[in-house]
């Protein structure tokens, strides 16, 4: 599995969505050890929007949680303007190098 991402608009997030994917995908990263290259990033739209992308190793722990929420194949994001949410600090430098 490759990268996926969500966009999430500013009524969703309002609304606490992103509180609730990140939560999700916490649990789960979690409860599978903490895997060192499963990553949750976030980057910030012009247009309020937000973007949370999913590596290859998140897709595939988060595989069923992606399908209810719309998510997108996708390429890595851009290092600038890109937050590491959950994840291996580590990983985040090596994968967004």
């Known amino acids: 599995m490759g990268w996926m991402k969500i966009r999430l608009t500013t009524e ?3 609304a606490g969505e992103v509180d609730r ?3 999700a995908f916490d649990q789960l990263f979690i409860a599978h050890h903490s895997p060192h290259a499963a990553l949750l990033l976030g980057r910030g739209e012009a247009d309020d929007d937000y973007e949370l992308f999913f590596s290859p190793q998140a897709t595939e722990l988060a595989a069923p949680m ?3 929420m719309g998510a997108q194949p996708c390429s890595p994001p851009p290092r600038d303007g890109t937050a590491l ?3 291996d600090r580590v990983a985040f430098e090596e994968v967004l190098r």
Do not use: E, Y
């Open 66 to 68: 992606l399908g209810t």
């Open 12 to 14: 969703q997030i309002v």
């Open 85 to 87: 949410v959950i994840g």
């Open 21 to 23: 994917v990140q939560n």
